[in-house]
C-alpha cells in the first residue's frame, strides 16, 4: 500500500539524531576539516547513540533491533546533515559489522558481531574501490585466488576509511566469475597500508589505500563460507546509505542559503524577494525532496527483500548530481561569501563532489 | 511505513486502465491529432459506459475508502490513460476540473446537485473557466464580474482556455464553473466561483483553439453577456471574506497539480518505452550499475530521462497521499507539477533527438508527444508560477512579499 509515512520510531530515530547533528555535529565540522582530525570523543558519542549496536543480535550483546534500510537511510540523512565526514566516520564499522550480520555464516556472526556491541567504538572497515578512472563495482580487478583450502589475494585498493586502525576489514576480489568478501585482520601479512590519501573534500575522514600482495588468508575468511555472498545487494545498501547521505548534505547547503538569503539585503531589500535567487531555492528545494523519496523507494524495496540494484543506483547518480548542483547553488547564492572559508558552504560543496565518484565508504 | 507499491486492488484497477490506454487510445491517437476539431464520440461512448466499473465515477456518494485514496488512485489512472494519448484522457466525459472546483469549494448539497449527473444518462462534461484574455497566472486580477440582481448572478466577461469547455457548455448536458467577482474593490477576496449549466443563455463559445498539442482537447473561448444564474450556483460561501474565493481556487490546484503532473508522467513514460523498445529491438540494452564512463552515451541519456520521470512520479505520488491523508499539500503539489511538467518537456525532446530523423517523422507518435508534452508545463499553473509558490513557501513570504 503506498503510503509516505515513516514509523512512529523513524520519525524519533530521524529527530534524535538531527538534533544531535545540528547541536554536536556542526560545530566541529569546520575545525574537523581544516585540521583533518575527528575528535574521538565526538565519535564516541555517536557512538553511544546506538546506530550500530541497536541492530546487533542479542546473543551477541547489541539490542536486537530489526535492522531496516529506510530507518538507516533517515538516520544517514539526519547525521550528514550534521557533517559528511563526521557521519561517515561514524558509521563505517557498519562496513563490516552488516555485511556479517546480513551473509555472515555462523562462526563469522560469532566471532565478529560482539565487537559492534561494545560500549566503546569499533573500527572496522571495508576495501571495495580500486584506484582506476573508470571503476565500478561490476568490475573488481583484486583477486582471490584458490590456494589449498584457502586463498590468495592480490590487489589495490583506495578510499578505504579508518584503514590504519581497523581491527578488520572486509577485502572485496573477483573470485572466479563472482565477487567475493574476505574478512582479514588488520595486521594480516601481505596486506600493506598505504598514507592516508589528500583529497579535495572529506578532508577530516581518514581513508587509506591498500596493497594485497600474495595475501594468503584461511577458507573461514571467507564471508558467507562456501555459500559466499550476494555482492549485488551489499552494493545497493552502500548506494542507497551514499544517496541519503547526499541528501543530508544537500539539506544542509539549502538551508544555509536560505537563511543567508533571507537576511542578506541588496538593492534595498532581501535577496531572496527577487526572483533569481527565490527561484533557485525552489529548485533546490524540489530536488531535495525528490532525492529523498528515490532513496526511501529503493531503500523499502531492500527492506522487502527485492532487488534493488537498479533502483539504489538511479538514487545515488540522481541524488549525486542534485547534490553538487545544490550546494553550488548554495555557493552562489552567498556569492564571494560563499567562497570564504568563514562559511560552511564552499566545505558542502567539496564533499558533495565526492559522491559522484566514492563508493564503498557507508552502507545502512 | 514507508511504501511505494500499490496494492493488489488498486494495482488490478491501474491494470484495466492500461489496456484500455492500449487498445482503445493509441489506435485512435494519430487520427485525432490530425483532425484536430473532430469529435472522437465512439470513444466518449466507450468511456461513459465503462466509467462505472473503471472507478471514474466521481460523485457525492463515494464510500469512506474510496476517499482515502481518490487523489492517487486518480493519478495513477491519469499516468496510464495519459499513456494512451493525454488529450484523449482529457476528452474523457467526467466532472474534469469543474468537478474538482466543485467539490474543492461546493457544499454537500451543491456537490450532490451538480455531480449527479455524472452517474446517469449521456456523456457529460465539466469545465472551469478562469484564464482571461488579460490575465492568466495572475489570477487574482480576474475582471469577469457577478452581479447580484434578485435572485439571480448575472456574469459579464470573457474566458479563454478553458479546457472541454465546448463539451461542457454545448455539446453536452454539463457546466461550467466561471470564476469571477463580486465586488472588484475586494481584489482576492471578492473572486468567486460560480457554476453555469450548458446552454444557459448568455453563454457563448466563440472559439475552439488550435493547438500545439492535446488537439483532440477542446480549448474554447467563451464569452458571457449578461447570463442569469440562480443565486445557489456560488460555490459555497457567497460572502465577500478576506482569503475567501481565491482560497476555494487554490485549493482546487492542490487538487489537479498532482493530475497534471500524472499526465505529464504518463507521456513521459510513453516516450521512454518507445525509446527503450526501439534500443531493445537493436540489441542495444540500458545497463545498471557501471561506472559513467563505461556507458555509452545513449545509455546515460536514457538512464537520465528514466530517473527524472520517476523522480516527478515519487513527488506526484506524494503529493496526492497528502492530500488523501487529510494533510495540507499546496507546496508539494506545486513541487511535483514543477517537475513533471519540466522534467516531461525535457525528456520527450530528447527522445525525438535520440531518434534522430526517424524522431522527427510523423510516421511515430514520438514526436505528437513532445508536442503534447508540453502543455503540462503550462496549464495549472506554469513552471514558473509554481516555483513562485514554492519559493513563498519555503521562505514564508506572503505574494506581496515575493513576486
Known amino acids: 500500500m503506498i503510503s509516505f509515512e515513516l514509523t512512529e520510531e523513524q520519525r524519533m530515530i530521524s529527530q534524535t539524531v538531527e538534533a544531535f547533528a545540528r547541536e554536536e555535529i556542526r560545530p566541529a565540522a569546520r575545525t574537523a576539516d581544516e585540521s583533518g582530525q575527528i575528535p574521538?570523543?565526538?565519535?564516541?558519542?555517536?557512538?553511544?547513540?546506538?546506530?550500530?549496536?541497536?541492530?546487533?543480535?542479542?546473543?551477541?550483546?547489541?539490542?536486537?533491533?530489526?535492522?531496516?534500510?529506510?530507518?538507516?537511510?533517515?538516520?544517514?540523512?539526519?547525521?550528514?546533515?550534521?557533517?559528511?565526514?563526521?557521519?561517515?566516520?561514524?558509521?563505517?564499522?557498519?562496513?563490516?559489522?552488516?555485511?556479517?550480520?546480513?551473509?555472515?555464516?555462523?562462526?563469522?556472526?560469532?566471532?565478529?558481531?560482539?565487537?559492534?556491541?561494545?560500549?566503546?567504538?569499533?573500527?572496522?572497515?571495508?576495501?571495495?574501490?580500486?584506484?582506476?578512472?573508470?571503476?565500478?563495482?561490476?568490475?573488481?580487478?583484486?583477486?582471490?585466488?584458490?590456494?589449498?583450502?584457502?586463498?590468495?589475494?592480490?590487489?589495490?585498493?583506495?578510499?578505504?576509511?579508518?584503514?590504519?586502525?581497523?581491527?578488520?576489514?572486509?577485502?572485496?576480489?573477483?573470485?572466479?566469475?563472482?565477487?567475493?568478501?574476505?574478512?582479514?585482520?588488520?595486521?594480516?601479512?601481505?596486506?600493506?597500508?598505504?598514507?592516508?590519501?589528500?583529497?579535495?573534500?572529506?578532508?577530516?575522514?581518514?581513508?587509506?589505500?591498500?596493497?594485497?600482495?600474495?595475501?594468503?588468508?584461511?577458507?573461514?575468511?571467507?564471508?558467507?563460507?562456501?555459500?559466499?555472498?550476494?555482492?549485488?545487494?551489499?552494493?545497493?545498501?552502500?548506494?542507497?546509505?551514499?544517496?541519503?547521505?547526499?541528501?543530508?548534505?544537500?539539506?544542509?547547503?539549502?538551508?544555509?542559503?536560505?537563511?543567508?538569503?533571507?537576511?542578506?539585503?541588496?538593492?534595498?531589500?532581501?535577496?531572496?524577494?527577487?526572483?533569481?535567487?527565490?527561484?533557485?531555492?525552489?529548485?533546490?528545494?524540489?530536488?531535495?525532496?525528490?532525492?529523498?523519496?528515490?532513496?526511501?523507494?529503493?531503500?523499502?524495496?531492500?527492506?522487502?527483500?527485492?532487488?534493488?540494484?537498479?533502483?539504489?543506483?538511479?538514487?545515488?547518480?540522481?541524488?549525486?548530481?542534485?547534490?553538487?548542483?545544490?550546494?553550488?547553488?548554495?555557493?552562489?547564492?552567498?556569492?564571494?561569501?560563499?567562497?570564504?572559508?568563514?562559511?560552511?558552504?564552499?566545505?558542502?560543496?567539496?564533499?558533495?563532489?565526492?559522491?559522484?565518484?566514492l563508493e564503498g565508504l557507508t552502507t545502512v | 511505513m514507508i511504501d511505494f507499491e500499490p496494492d493488489h486492488d488498486l494495482q488490478r484497477r491501474i491494470d484495466a486502465y492500461r489496456i484500455v490506454a492500449r487498445q482503445i487510445m493509441r489506435p485512435i491517437s494519430r487520427e485525432y491529432d490530425e483532425n484536430e476539431h473532430a469529435r472522437p464520440t465512439k470513444f466518449y461512448e466507450l468511456m461513459w459506459a465503462g466509467r462505472a466499473q473503471a472507478g471514474l465515477e466521481v460523485g457525492p456518494d463515494k464510500g469512506a475508502r474510496s476517499n482515502r485514496m481518490r487523489t492517487l488512485f486518480t493519478i495513477l489512472a491519469a499516468e496510464e490513460l495519459s499513456w494512451g494519448d493525454v488529450g484523449l484522457f482529457l476528452q474523457i466525459p467526467n466532472p474534469g476540473l469543474g468537478g474538482a472546483a466543485v467539490m474543492a469549494a461546493g457544499t454537500p448539497q451543491q456537490k450532490e446537485r451538480f455531480l449527479k449527473r455524472f452517474s446517469e444518462g449521456n456523456p457529460k462534461w465539466a469545465a472551469m473557466a478562469i484564464t482571461e484574455p488579460g490575465c492568466g497566472s495572475d489570477s487574482a486580477a480576474i475582471t469577469t464580474t457577478a452581479r447580484r440582481e434578485g435572485d439571480h448572478w448575472v456574469i459579464n466577461g470573457t474566458k479563454i482556455f478553458c479546457t472541454g469547455g465546448k463539451m461542457a457548455a454545448e455539446l453536452s448536458e454539463g457546466f461550467v464553473v466561471v470564476w469571477a467577482t463580486v465586488d472588484k474593490n475586494a481584489g482576492r477576496a471578492g473572486i468567486k466561483p460560480f457554476v453555469v449549466e450548458h446552454h444557459t443563455p448568455g453563454m457563448s463559445v466563440v472559439r475552439v483553439e488550435n493547438k500545439l498539442g492535446i488537439r483532440v482537447s477542446d480549448t474554447a473561448a467563451l464569452v458571457f453577456e449578461d447570463c442569469k444564474i440562480p443565486l445557489d450556483n456560488v460555490l459555497g460561501s457567497p460572502e465577500v471574506k478576506p482569503e475567501g474565493g481565491f482560497k476555494d481556487a487554490m485549493a482546487t490546484f492542490?487538487?489537479?497539480?498532482?493530475?497534471?503532473?500524472?499526465?505529464?508522467?504518463?507521456?513521459?513514460?510513453?516516450?521512454?518505452?518507445?525509446v527503450r523498445d526501439f534500443l531493445s529491438e537493436r540489441n542495444m540494452e540500458i545497463r545498471y550499475g557501471l561506472s559513467p564512463q563505461r556507458l555509452t552515451a545513449i545509455e546515460r541519456d536514457f538512464m537520465e530521462m528514466e530517473v527524472q520521470l520517476k523522480a516527478a512520479r515519487l513527488l506526484a505520488w506524494r503529493a496526492a497521499w497528502l492530500l488523501d491523508n487529510g494533510q495540507r499539500n499546496s507546496l508539494e503539489a506545486s513541487m511535483a507539477k514543477a517537475k513533471a511538467g519540466l522534467a516531461v518537456t525535457q525528456i520527450t525532446q530528447k527522445a525525438v533527438e535520440l531518434l534522430g530523423p526517424l524522431g522527427y517523422s510523423r510516421a511515430y507518435l514520438l514526436e505528437k508527444w513532445m508536442r503534447d508534452a508540453k502543455i503540462n508545463d503550462i496549464f495549472e499553473g506554469t513552471q514558473q508560477i509554481n516555483l513562485l509558490i514554492i519559493a513563498r513557501r519555503i521562505l514564508g513570504y506572503s505574494s506581496k512579499d515575493l513576486n
Open chain 1, 40 to 357: 574521538p570523543e565526538l565519535v564516541q558519542k555517536i557512538w553511544e547513540l546506538g546506530l550500530v549496536r541497536s541492530v546487533i543480535p542479542e546473543a551477541s550483546g547489541g539490542d536486537g533491533g530489526q535492522r531496516s534500510a529506510v530507518t538507516g537511510v533517515v538516520a544517514a540523512e539526519a547525521l550528514a546533515y550534521g557533517d559528511l565526514s563526521i557521519a561517515i566516520h561514524a558509521l563505517v564499522p557498519r562496513l563490516l559489522a552488516y555485511p556479517v550480520l546480513e551473509m555472515g555464516d555462523q562462526a563469522q556472526r560469532a566471532r565478529y558481531l560482539p565487537l559492534f556491541a561494545q560500549p566503546g567504538f569499533c573500527a572496522a572497515s571495508a576495501a571495495l574501490t580500486e584506484p582506476r578512472w573508470d571503476f565500478d563495482i561490476f568490475s573488481i580487478a583484486t583477486t582471490a585466488r584458490g590456494s589449498g583450502s584457502g586463498y590468495i589475494l592480490n590487489g589495490e585498493k583506495c578510499y578505504v576509511p579508518l584503514a590504519r586502525e581497523s581491527e578488520f576489514l572486509i577485502v572485496f576480489a573477483s573470485c572466479g566469475p563472482a565477487v567475493e568478501g574476505f574478512i582479514l585482520p588488520g595486521g594480516c601479512p601481505g596486506l600493506v597500508v598505504g598514507e592516508r590519501e589528500k583529497n579535495m573534500g572529506l578532508k577530516a575522514l581518514a581513508t587509506y589505500g591498500l596493497t594485497l600482495k600474495d595475501c594468503a588468508v584461511p577458507a573461514e575468511a571467507r564471508l558467507g563460507g562456501e555459500r559466499g555472498i550476494n555482492f549485488n545487494r551489499l552494493m545497493s545498501e552502500q548506494k542507497v546509505a551514499a544517496a541519503a547521505m547526499a541528501v543530508g548534505v544537500a539539506r544542509s547547503a539549502f538551508e544555509y542559503a536560505r537563511d543567508y538569503a533571507l537576511q542578506r539585503r541588496a538593492f534595498g531589500a532581501p535577496i531572496a524577494t527577487r526572483q533569481a535567487i527565490a527561484f533557485m531555492l525552489a529548485e533546490m528545494a524540489i530536488e531535495i525532496d525528490a532525492s529523498r523519496l528515490l532513496a526511501w523507494e529503493a531503500a523499502s524495496r531492500l527492506d522487502k527483500g527485492e532487488d534493488a540494484l537498479k533502483e539504489s543506483y538511479q538514487a545515488k547518480n540522481y541524488t549525486a548530481s542534485a547534490v553538487l548542483k545544490i550546494c553550488d547553488n548554495a555557493v552562489q547564492i552567498l556569492g564571494g561569501h560563499g567562497y570564504i572559508r568563514e562559511h560552511p558552504v564552499e566545505m558542502w560543496l567539496r564533499n558533495a563532489r565526492g559522491f559522484a565518484m
Open chain 2, 254 to 274: 492542490d487538487a489537479t497539480r498532482p493530475i497534471v503532473a500524472a499526465m505529464a508522467i504518463g507521456v513521459g513514460r510513453a516516450a521512454l518505452d518507445f
